[in-house]
């Protein structure tokens, strides 16, 4: 066997290494890569100064000598919820605004880490399958680096917010048609043709050791709640997380780990249904308004059921009526403004209280993966602009301001 460095690339299935820069994806038995690091005594960076994901520079495999490339992405609110709180009997409930990061989705956390590497190794041109959150990201990171970014993308069906970010960048667009999964099939075909292009979707292991860092941010802010609630698409989100949480219980920072729920939409949900049945199945057509994690054939299914499984948690899938309530509640309740994908979070705990999975007095904590901005185009079709009439109005204004 090679020899490697401390920190290394190891492969889930058979646990061959590589080393850390090798230009890889996939062991050689078609395993997913994970990266495995040295021992950590500090959590986060000496310099005062850094914050947000370069913050944990730590946990992260990147030579001291690369050019990192980073706008200020992490460091992201975490927001108590104290009336929806209230309304659950929730002692503490909390939502991570992942939507504050640069573009507006957590996918910048993995894509500054990714963009470096793929600048450091070389790269002329950076590729992705989307459905708009991952293009966004790494077409802005691209642009950051000085490299190209080309997307693929399934036709009509990703937001508009989305779409005029890829228009801004001036990203290489590349329409196929079908779903998620018919993009993704498209991005594996052209990077493994063309040698100068890198992928950058969450199959790339840098991806997980940016999003990693989320579970440091939440740990340092409130230790470690009991529940953490996550989105799921393809899985590579959650997987981050578990393996983040992970190596600080490694390196002695906590002792405890939280419980995992993962929520996926009706439409498209193979890994809730695998983890209530035991029995995993692609799906062929999916389809929710949750466009963000609108996948059926997830790559990272595996790593998100053990993950739910290694931390004692469920799955659960909601349907799309709860999912627009949750989107509204959340806004209309707390002034906090994500994208339907988000807003799984909520649906999703309400029905793991009622299943009484979760308890009235644990400290919960909700992922908000992606800004409301992301479909604005969407959202006044779905909850009607409120135009008041002249007489109407005026009601109103006497009710509230107090008439003179």
């Given at each position: 066997?090679?020899?490697?460095?401390?920190?290394?690339?190891?492969?889930?299935?058979?646990?061959?290494?590589?080393?850390?820069?090798?230009?890889?994806?996939?062991?050689?038995?078609?395993?997913?890569?994970?990266?495995?690091?040295?021992?950590?005594?500090?959590?986060?960076?000496?310099?005062?100064?850094?914050?947000?994901?370069?913050?944990?520079?730590?946990?992260?495999?990147?030579?001291?000598?690369?050019?990192?490339?980073?706008?200020?992405?992490?460091?992201?609110?975490?927001?108590?919820?104290?009336?929806?709180?209230?309304?659950?009997?929730?002692?503490?409930?909390?939502?991570?605004?992942?939507?504050?990061?640069?573009?507006?989705?957590?996918k910048d956390r993995g894509m500054t880490v990714a963009v470096?590497?793929?600048?450091?190794?070389?790269?002329?041109?950076?590729?992705?399958?989307s459905t708009g959150n991952t293009a966004a990201s790494m077409?802005?990171?691209?642009?950051?680096?000085?490299?190209?970014?080309?997307?693929?993308?399934?036709?009509?069906?990703?937001?508009?917010?989305?779409?005029?970010?890829?228009?801004?960048?001036?990203?290489?667009?590349?329409?196929?048609?079908?779903?998620?999964?018919?993009?993704?099939?498209?991005?594996?075909?052209?990077?493994?043709?063309?040698?100068?292009?890198?992928?950058?979707?969450?199959?790339?292991?840098?991806?997980?050791?940016?999003?990693?860092?989320?579970?440091?941010?939440?740990?340092?802010?409130?230790?470690?709640?009991?529940?953490?609630?996550?989105?799921?698409?393809?899985?590579?989100?959650?997987?981050?997380?578990?393996?983040?949480?992970?190596?600080?219980?490694?390196?002695?920072?906590?002792?405890?780990?939280?419980?995992?729920?993962?929520?996926?939409?009706?439409?498209?949900?193979?890994?809730?249904?695998?983890?209530?049945?035991?029995?995993?199945?692609?799906?062929?057509?999916?389809?929710?308004?949750?466009?963000?994690?609108?996948?059926?054939?997830?790559?990272?299914?595996?790593?998100?059921?053990?993950?739910?499984?290694?931390?004692?948690?469920?799955?659960v899938a909601v349907n799309d009526d709860n999912i627009l309530?949750?989107?509204?509640?959340?806004?209309?309740?707390?002034?906090?403004?994500?994208?339907?994908?988000?807003?799984?979070?909520?649906?999703?705990?309400?029905?793991?209280?009622?299943?009484?999975?979760?308890?009235?007095?644990?400290?919960?904590?909700?992922?908000?993966?992606?800004?409301?901005?992301?479909?604005?185009?969407?959202?006044?079709?779905?909850?009607?602009?409120?135009?008041?009439?002249?007489?109407?109005?005026?009601?109103?204004?006497?009710?509230?301001?107090?008439?003179?």
């Open positions: 066997m090679r020899r490697c460095e401390p920190n290394a690339l190891v492969c889930d299935k058979c646990g061959r290494r590589y080393p850390v820069f090798e230009n890889r994806l996939r062991c050689e038995c078609g395993g997913l890569l994970h990266f495995e690091i040295k021992s950590i005594k500090n959590l986060t960076s000496q310099k005062p100064k850094i914050r947000g994901v370069w913050k944990y520079k730590n946990f992260i495999p990147i030579p001291k000598n690369a050019e990192i490339i980073s706008m200020g992405e992490g460091a992201t609110p975490l927001i108590r919820l104290k009336r929806i709180g209230d309304m659950l009997k929730l002692k503490d409930l909390f939502i991570k605004l992942e939507g504050s990061n640069p573009t507006g989705s957590f470096t590497a793929a600048k450091a190794m070389g790269a002329r041109a950076v590729i992705s399958a077409s802005a990171y691209a642009r950051r680096a000085g490299l190209q970014a080309i997307v693929v993308v399934p036709k009509g069906k990703i937001a508009g917010g989305k779409v005029s970010q890829l228009a801004l960048y001036g990203a290489a667009v590349l329409e196929v048609i079908g779903s998620f999964d018919n993009a993704m099939k498209k991005v594996l075909e052209l990077s493994e043709r063309y040698r100068g292009f890198y992928l950058m979707n969450s199959i790339n292991p840098w991806r997980i050791e940016g999003q990693k860092t989320v579970a440091f941010e939440i740990v340092e802010e409130i230790g470690v709640p009991d529940w953490i609630v996550v989105p799921v698409g393809n899985g590579g989100n959650i997987f981050s997380i578990w393996k983040g949480l992970n190596e600080l219980r490694s390196a002695g920072i906590i002792e405890n780990l939280p419980r995992i729920l993962a929520v996926q939409a009706s439409g498209a949900s193979p890994i809730a249904n695998a983890f209530q049945t035991g029995k995993y199945a692609d799906i062929s057509s999916p389809s929710t308004v949750a466009s963000a994690i609108n996948i059926g054939r997830p790559v990272h299914w595996e790593r998100a059921i053990k993950a739910i499984k290694e931390s004692s948690g469920q799955a309530k949750s989107q509204l509640d959340l806004a209309r309740s707390e002034g906090i403004g994500v994208e339907s994908a988000s807003a799984v979070t909520l649906a999703g705990l309400r029905r793991a209280l009622e299943e009484e999975w979760i308890e009235k007095g644990e400290r919960v904590v909700l992922i908000g993966t992606g800004n409301a901005l992301k479909e604005a185009d969407q959202i006044p079709n779905r909850f009607p602009l409120n135009i008041l009439q002249s007489g109407e109005g005026l009601e109103i204004f006497r009710k509230l301001g107090g008439e003179m």
